[in-house]
């Protein structure tokens, strides 16, 4: 019903910067949240940003003043800007939309296939 594609991931050199994009279609009525978050080998998804309907964005403690996110409402899109990449931000970016499909649904929790993002030392 509702599908993601991510799009930005590949291979940078520490320090440098990627832009992960991440769009929705299908049938959307409305969302409530989009955000991304990273799987790294052996460790949980943690969350890395999220952007609500309305409010203030959300940033995990290790990625603050790097990464920003944003999102265009017109294109069901979400964005990371990532900079000052680090080894460690090495890992599997998700994004995660939270939406319903019609107004008598409840709000569900969409997940993208996932895009690797490898920065080397």
């Known amino acids: 019903q509702v599908q993601l594609v991510e799009s930005g991931g590949g291979l940078v050199q520490a320090g440098g910067s990627l832009r992960l994009s991440c769009s929705a279609s299908g049938s959307i009525f409305s969302i409530d949240a989009m955000g991304w978050y990273r799987q790294a080998p052996g460790n949980q998804r943690e969350l890395v940003a999220s952007?609500?309907?309305?409010?203030?964005?959300t940033y995990a403690d290790s990625v603050k003043g790097r990464f920003t996110i944003s999102s265009d409402k017109t294109k069901n899109t979400v964005y990371l800007q990532m900079s000052s990449l680090k080894p460690e931000d090495t890992a599997v970016y998700y994004c995660?939309?939270?939406?319903?499909?019609?107004?008598?649904?409840?709000?569900?929790?969409?997940w993208g296939q996932g895009t690797q993002v490898t920065v080397s030392s």
């Open positions: 952007i609500p309907r309305t409010g203030s964005t």
């Open positions: 995660k939309v939270e939406g319903r499909t019609d107004i008598f649904d409840y709000t569900r929790a969409y």
